[in-house]
């Protein structure tokens, strides 16, 4: 017994193909499970598959869905005037939790990243410039990450699409609501000053 | 599409109630799964299912196994009478990595911690008792933590079984192999000069 039984082994090995979860975790893991009640086992081992099997990515936006198309592209409520491009699919639940955004989405599952080895092609980016071709689109919100291969994509996008005509935004940068300057760093304060904007009195008696 | 579709939820929560996993680590780990191979998928849904039906504790010394005994109580070459006591499965399988102990072994389960309120009762003291009492037994080998509730794991189990006549003995402590001093912390090298011994130097010509 210089090694763990097998089914431990399959088990460990396994696991170990999660992302962040080394050797020892996996190890950790695999013994909670045989410790752990049959029931919560046995859920965790369907919700895996029904996950898999269940969950699409959506033919239009490229958001997570378990119809084609999702909710989202196909609420007629939305306003279809206004795409908002996204990296990944869980920035669209991020987004939708601020009720802010009342338009599409477009994922573009990445961002460009050269040395990576990510090109435009790599992206739905394609994908983006059919859905502005059909027209109806008059704004494009790029709600990319703000670190250099975030900004590089943003520059990338509008300089493509700036052909079409169709008014590029994207996200303002500034302070996180709710703190104070001591927890921001100097590049998020400088770009605060500089999209600082005029206080709203309302309208005086 | 504020939420993530329902199949991920599910998904997220059974993942959540992995030990050291919380709600951010399952939704990533979930959102991995969405997107990886669907073969590994469901090798590692198998897995799990598999690992917790066929990996048993053994009846006699409490270790992983799919028999009954397990190999190690079950193999006629181990010595008999020597009985090693740990606290977890797995750390019968680092001793038996080490190919010094021929023995046998006793998983206790845990450790004696009133705050945790675990007292002797709930770890498989009792069941060692019983294959002591049986006769046969020369040397209880008490391999467990050396913090504190290790320590006081130790004491009660030697004072317990005293009046058995059976010799009792603990690891050695002191510098880790392959490592120098500068490593080891003050209390580490206090153990390690009380236990130093004389350098064998062989026969002399």
Same mark, same amino acid.
């Given at each position: 017994m210089a090694e763990l039984p097998v089914p431990l082994q399959v088990l460990k090995s396994a696991l170990g193909k999660l992302p962040g979860i080394g050797p020892r975790t996996a190890e950790r893991l695999a013994l909670h499970v045989v410790q752990s009640g049959s029931q919560w086992v046995k859920d965790l081992s369907v919700a895996l598959v029904e996950a898999k099997e269940r969950v699409r990515f959506c033919q239009s936006c490229g958001g997570l869905t378990e119809v084609q198309p999702c909710e989202l592209c196909a609420d007629p409520r939305r306003e279809m005037t206004v795409i908002c491009v996204v990296e990944r699919p869980v920035d669209v639940i991020s987004l939708e939790r601020s009720n802010v955004f009342r338009g599409l989405y477009h994922v573009l599952g990445g961002k460009i990243s050269p040395l990576n080895g990510v /090109?435009? +092609?790599? *992206?739905r980016i394609g994908e983006l410039g059919k859905r502005l071709s059909e /027209? /109806?689109?008059e704004e494009l919100v790029l709600a990319l990450g703000s670190d250099v291969e975030g900004d590089a994509t943003s520059y990338y996008l509008a300089e493509r699409f700036q052909p079409l005509g169709i008014k590029t935004t994207r996200l303002a940068h500034g302070l996180p609501v /709710?703190?104070? *300057? +001591?927890?921001?760093d100097e590049l998020t304060i400088g770009r605060a000053l500089e999209g600082r904007r005029a206080l709203d009195l309302g309208p005086s008696e």
């Open positions: /090109g435009p +092609e790599d *992206l /027209g /109806g689109v /709710g703190r104070g *300057l +001591e927890f921001a």
